[in-house]
């Protein structure tokens, strides 16, 4: 078992299946937004920013598929972006149901550094007050989708860099 899990957190089609889903949740966006005209609020933009952060990681490390040192700076960078993109999908759930109040207002909150509201507005520019999301399928709602993709993906980055981690530093011990 811990060997397939090296396998695969080595593997390119581990981090070609990671950036592929982070393009369809884009994706996805984007059609809510343009087509059933679902703007979105300033959580939704900051979703939007993890979710485009693993696009960037799993681009990057599918080329340095060759250093398992680099596979574990990727994998940690990984559960970063999951643990943010839980962090953002529990306060749009919070904010949705109820449970979590906060300022949700149409700024971006965004660093003048990193304006990416004002370099990709099609993208990330702040339409709407938070409240609600749409529902997906089977009264299932965006926010709801988004919190267990969100626990999913940070079980996924945690083993993966467990199994990294014992094979760099422990794997004399397993053998």
């Known amino acids: 078992m811990f060997n397939k899990l090296l396998e695969i957190s080595q593997s390119k089609y581990y981090w070609l299946g990671l950036m592929v889903f ?12 343009y087509v059933l005209d679902y703007l979105p609020c300033v ?37 970063v972006i999951s643990l ?8 749009l759930l919070g904010t949705e149901r109820g449970f979590v109040f906060g300022d949700c207002n149409m700024e971006s909150g965004l660093p003048f550094w990193f304006a990416v509201d004002k370099w990709l507005p099609a993208v990330f520019e702040v339409q709407a007050a938070c409240g609600y999301t749409p529902e997906l399928f089977f009264t299932i ?31 004399g011990l397993l053998q």
Do not use: D, P
């Not at 979710?51 to 599918?62: D, E, G, T």
């Not at 943010?84 to 306060?91: H, T, V």
């Open 141 to 171: 709602t965006m926010s709801e989708a988004l919190i267990t993709l969100s626990v999913l993906l940070l079980l996924l980055s945690v083993t993966m860099l467990v199994a990294l981690i014992v094979a760099r530093y422990f794997k």
């Open 22 to 33: 982070a393009v369809g949740l884009e994706l996805s966006a984007l059609f809510y937004q």
């Open 84 to 91: 943010g993109l839980f962090e953002r999908s529990y306060q």
């Open 43 to 79: 959580l939704c933009i900051h979703v939007r920013i993890w979710v485009f952060a693993i696009v960037v990681v799993a681009a990057i490390s599918l080329g340095l598929l060759k250093s398992i040192s680099l596979q574990i700076v990727s994998q940690l960078m990984m559960t």
